[in-house]
């Protein structure tokens, strides 16, 4: 699903002017998180390690911020959370964020 929104903005974004183009992407974006607000901790996490062996699922999952609830303490191990774009957080410093 987050391959299919990411080919429909790039096939009509560039059709809009620029604040129409924002908007638009703001739009599709919603779809995203619609899609991540639907998902289990555990989905979440079968999706972090899946990065790691796929390049373009791992390029999705950083630019659409997909993982972003997701806190380190639901992976495998704690040190499993490699510094970098997919790095995540622990646990009470998401719940500070509500």
């Known amino acids: 699903m987050i391959k299919f929104v ?5 096939t009509h974004k560039q059709t809009l002017m620029p604040e129409a183009r924002r908007l638009f992407i703001k739009e599709t974006n919603r ?3 619609f899609i991540q607000a639907q998902m289990s901790s555990y989905e979440l ?4 390690y899946n990065a790691f062996c796929f390049k373009r699922s791992y390029e999705l999952l950083v630019r659409y911020n997909f993982l972003e609830n997701l806190p380190e303490e639901d992976l495998v191990y704690t040190w499993h959370n490699f510094e970098g774009p997919l ?4 646990r009470a410093d998401l719940v500070k964020g509500i």
Not at 87 to 90: A, G, T
């Open 45 to 48: 996490m079968l999706l972090y």
């Open 31 to 33: 779809y995203v998180q």
């Open 6 to 10: 990411h080919q429909y903005q790039d």
């Open 87 to 90: 790095h995540l957080h622990k």
